[in-house]
């Protein structure tokens, strides 16, 4: 079993913060229609994850609990 240590998942953990331009590229690469992003968490990440989705024309929507 080859599992990660931290989680105990078999996928591995990716420690530090994802680089949001090559995953929104991936996603407008897969050219699959109108691309919206729905976001519930931290307001920090949100501003971010907003101001990425204006930069590469998806849809932002965000919940608040």
């Known amino acids: 079993d080859k599992r990660d240590l931290v989680t105990g ?5 990716q420690a530090g913060r994802p680089n949001w331009n090559k ?3 991936q996603i407008r690469e897969q050219n699959k229609g109108k691309v919206t992003i729905f976001f519930c968490g931290n307001p920090s990440l949100g501003k ?3 101001t990425k989705c204006n930069e590469f024309g998806f849809q932002y929507r965000k919940e608040t609990f």
């Open 23 to 25: 995953v929104f590229s």
């Open 9 to 13: 998942l078999k996928s591995r953990t």
């Open 48 to 50: 971010v994850l907003k």
